[in-house]
């Protein structure tokens, strides 16, 4: 698997997206003896749907967790520094060639971004690719079978 590069910050959000996840295990473990424990005082003839869904849930959030758990051992805490490249916590400007559009962009330390809100992280094809550059750098990255080509116009340090 490839590395995970995060802030300290996004490592700490890391975790508590895991904790966050064993919090609904325990909540929905809850649910599924309660469900569980209905089926005693009904009929015994009826599907007891509730606790169905409760068990699909409690695989969902297992599966969830494990892949992240598993994922811990790919991360790699990088800081921000202000040495005149990008890095995390910096807003760039850039100049996309192939269209002549710019636009500015946040580099986050944190595994999730929102592109839509002009955040993206230091794992996207995007965030890679201009991690370290210098202002007037040309670099391309690639999103499935297409590559853009970027010019690093402007760093500007949010710390």
Known sequence: MSKIYLSKLGYENYLKELDKIKEEIDE???LMSLYASDDAYGDGWHDNF???ETMHKEAELF???NKKKSMLKDIVIVDSKDNGTVSLNTKVE???I????VEEYLLTGDINSNIDDNSITLNSPLGSAIYGKKVGDIVSYKVNDNTYRIKVLNIIFEN
Do not use: V
Not at 98 to 101: A, E, H, I, M, V
């Open 50 to 52: 509730a606790y169905e």
């Open 94 to 96: 850039l100049l996309f």
């Open 28 to 30: 929905n473990a809850k």
């Open 98 to 101: 192939d269209d002549d559009s």
């Open 63 to 65: 599966q969830k967790y």
